[in-house]
């Protein structure tokens, strides 16, 4: 029941600049804060599409709560209406990282911006415990998800099995799980109610009917596809081509195209995998450092997964070649962004038209809860390694029953560290504080003990 004129794309715009703007707090937060803006106040649309949108983005790879934009704003104005979205909910998340990794370049060894960093780094890995709480409390609801969690830690952080291949393997465990009737596969995954205040579609703008540009078209979706394919993997190709294969920009352009393609679970998952190939395999980052970039993501708007621009930025920066090295840090973080992102769009057009499709395929629900379980595992796996490069100073690795395993050197021990990250779990989980307010804290913190001269 439509009781206000329907938004011109202008008034849209200005509605998606707002939500960019705003959208702290992670996923959790990104989504509760659509929900009240475009559910609760705008009345854009109601409960039940708003959560059959979400539940979609959920199947997908890459940032569920940027791709519920683009998908709420395609359904609103078409595809324009879904780059418009989609951009905004990222852009001011590109501006304040690409501004902060300058100043990590310049100034990241100078003494007050270190201490900030030694604070953020606390704050984070209790960040990321909660991660791994919450989501585990959502998702290992019986003893073959328990069993799926815990081979895919194992796999991770003993025989450092790929994610993209942890992801495939449960993925495969849940759809055939599911096809033989299984009954712990049976309960597929999804979000349940999002906000508070509940609206029906049929008092909403869009109303219970869907618009007729939402239908399936076969050869919208191919020319659509066909475009964003081309912006997406012929920058990747040029780069190989012209550069080679060794080149930064072209190392960069591949890993982070690959990383959109498995990046479910969202940005606490995939870190870990990308933590492990930026700092063990091509070198761009030190452990700590890969924290430092995600206290960035935490702290500014826009999807979490944002810090893989810091990752390409400081890549590129230090093998600079012959370039100015902040040139081409800052190529290389918008190069990282443009791979990362382009595909959401991708996956959003091409597949929104045939959601009806998928609504309630219980076989393709169920491997999204055991790549659910998976994601667990891998997030206590990414809890344990920052646990380990924040609390003490040096890590090495050791050989016991076949696996490579890294041990803490006790002697290490930095009780800075360790009191600041006993003091941020206990803010998160005893008094409840949110995390922007966690990161503030433990960042004055750190500063505090530089100036005591104890960190």
């Given at each position: 029941?439509?009781?206000?004129?329907?938004?011109?794309?202008?008034?849209?715009?200005?509605?998606?600049?707002?939500?960019g703007?705003?959208?702290?707090?992670?996923?959790?937060?990104?989504?509760?804060?659509?929900?009240?803006?475009?559910?609760?106040?705008?009345?854009?649309?109601?409960?039940?599409?708003?959560?059959?949108?979400l539940?979609?983005?959920?199947?997908?790879?890459?940032?569920?709560?940027?791709?519920?934009?683009?998908?709420?704003?395609?359904?609103?104005?078409?595809?324009?209406?879904?780059?418009?979205?989609?951009?905004?909910?990222?852009?001011?998340?590109?501006?304040a990282?690409?501004?902060?990794?300058?100043?990590?370049?310049?100034?990241?060894?100078?003494?007050?911006?270190?201490?900030?960093?030694?604070?953020?780094?606390?704050?984070?890995?209790?960040?990321?415990?909660?991660?791994?709480?919450?989501?585990?409390?959502?998702?290992?609801?019986?003893?073959?998800?328990?069993?799926?969690?815990?081979?895919?830690?194992?796999?991770?952080?003993?025989?450092?099995?790929?994610?993209?291949?942890?992801?495939?393997?449960?993925?495969l465990?849940?759809?055939?799980?599911?096809?033989?009737?299984l009954?712990?596969?049976?309960?597929?995954?999804?979000?349940?109610?999002?906000?508070?205040?509940?609206?029906?579609?049929?008092?909403?703008?869009?109303?219970?009917?869907?618009?007729?540009?939402?239908?399936?078209?076969?050869?919208?979706?191919f020319?659509?596809?066909a475009?964003?394919?081309?912006?997406?993997?012929?920058?990747?190709?040029?780069?190989?081509?012209?550069?080679?294969?060794?080149?930064?920009?072209?190392?960069?352009?591949?890993?982070?195209?690959?990383?959109?393609?498995?990046?479910?679970?969202?940005?606490?998952?995939?870190?870990?995998?990308?933590?492990?190939?930026?700092?063990?395999?091509?070198?761009?980052?030190?452990?700590?450092?890969?924290?430092?970039?995600?206290?960035?993501?935490?702290?500014?708007?826009?999807?979490l997964?944002?810090?893989?621009?810091f990752?390409?930025?400081?890549?590129?920066?230090?093998?600079?070649?012959?370039?100015?090295?902040?040139?081409?840090?800052?190529?290389?973080?918008?190069?990282?962004?443009?791979?990362?992102?382009?595909?959401?769009?991708?996956?959003?057009?091409?597949?929104?038209?045939?959601?009806?499709?998928?609504?309630?395929?219980?076989?393709?629900?169920?491997?999204?809860?055991?790549?659910?379980?998976?994601?667990?595992?891998?997030?206590?796996?990414?809890?344990?390694?920052f646990?380990?490069?924040v609390?003490?100073?040096?890590?090495?690795?050791?050989t016991?029953?076949?696996?490579?395993?890294?041990v803490?050197?006790?002697?290490?021990?930095?009780?800075?560290?360790?009191?600041?990250?006993?003091?941020?779990?206990?803010?998160?989980?005893?008094?409840?504080?949110?995390?922007?307010t966690?990161?503030?804290?433990?960042?004055?913190?750190?500063?505090?003990?530089?100036?005591?001269?104890?960190?």
């Amino acid at each position: 029941m439509r009781d206000r004129p329907y938004p011109t794309l202008a008034e849209a715009t200005r509605i998606w600049t707002r939500i960019g703007v705003l959208s702290f707090g992670g996923p959790a937060g990104q989504i509760a804060l659509m929900h009240r803006i475009l559910v609760e106040e705008q009345r854009w649309l109601g409960e039940k599409r708003f959560l059959h949108a979400l539940n979609y983005c959920m199947l997908l790879p890459g940032p569920e709560a940027m791709q519920l934009a683009t998908y709420i704003g395609w359904l609103m104005h078409r595809t324009l209406g879904g780059i418009i979205a989609g951009t905004l909910f990222v852009f001011p998340g590109v501006v304040a990282i690409m501004a902060l990794s300058w100043v990590y370049a310049l100034y990241g060894n100078v003494g007050p911006v270190e201490a900030l960093f030694f604070g953020l780094k606390a704050a984070v890995l209790a960040i990321v415990v909660q991660a791994v709480v919450r989501i585990g409390s959502r998702a290992l609801k019986n003893n073959a998800m328990l069993a799926i969690a815990a081979a895919s830690f194992v796999a991770i952080f003993g025989f450092g099995v790929p994610f993209p291949l942890i992801i495939l393997a449960a993925g495969l465990i849940g759809f055939f799980g599911a096809r033989a009737g299984l009954p712990a596969f049976e309960r597929g995954g999804g979000h349940g109610k999002v906000g508070t205040v509940q609206v029906d579609d049929a008092d909403t703008l869009l109303g219970e009917e869907s618009p007729v540009h939402t239908r399936v078209n076969r050869g919208w979706a191919f020319r659509v596809s066909a475009v964003f394919l081309v912006l997406w993997l012929v920058p990747v190709a040029l780069l190989f081509v012209l550069l080679g294969p060794a080149n930064v920009f072209a190392q960069i352009a591949a890993f982070f195209s690959v990383m959109a393609v498995v990046t479910f679970g969202g940005a606490y998952a995939v870190l870990a995998y990308v933590a492990q190939e930026a700092v063990q395999n091509f070198g761009w980052l030190a452990p700590g450092e890969m924290l430092d970039g995600l206290g960035m993501a935490e702290t500014t708007p826009g999807p979490l997964i944002m810090v893989t621009q810091f990752v390409g930025f400081m890549g590129a920066f230090r093998e600079a070649g012959g370039l100015p090295p902040l040139m081409a840090g800052t190529l290389g973080g918008l190069l990282t962004t443009w791979v990362t992102f382009t595909p959401c769009f991708l996956w959003i057009f091409l597949g929104a038209p045939f959601i009806e499709r998928l609504r309630d395929n219980k076989v393709l629900t169920a491997a999204l809860t055991a790549i659910t379980a998976a994601v667990v595992g891998v997030i206590l796996n990414l809890a344990v390694w920052f646990g380990l490069h924040v609390v003490f100073d040096q890590v090495r690795t050791i050989t016991a029953f076949g696996l490579d395993l890294d041990v803490p050197v006790w002697l290490t021990l930095n009780g800075p560290a360790a009191a600041l990250v006993v003091a941020a779990l206990v803010a998160m989980f005893r008094f409840r504080l949110g995390p922007v307010t966690v990161l503030v804290a433990c960042a004055a913190a750190g500063l505090a003990f530089r100036l005591a001269g104890v960190a």
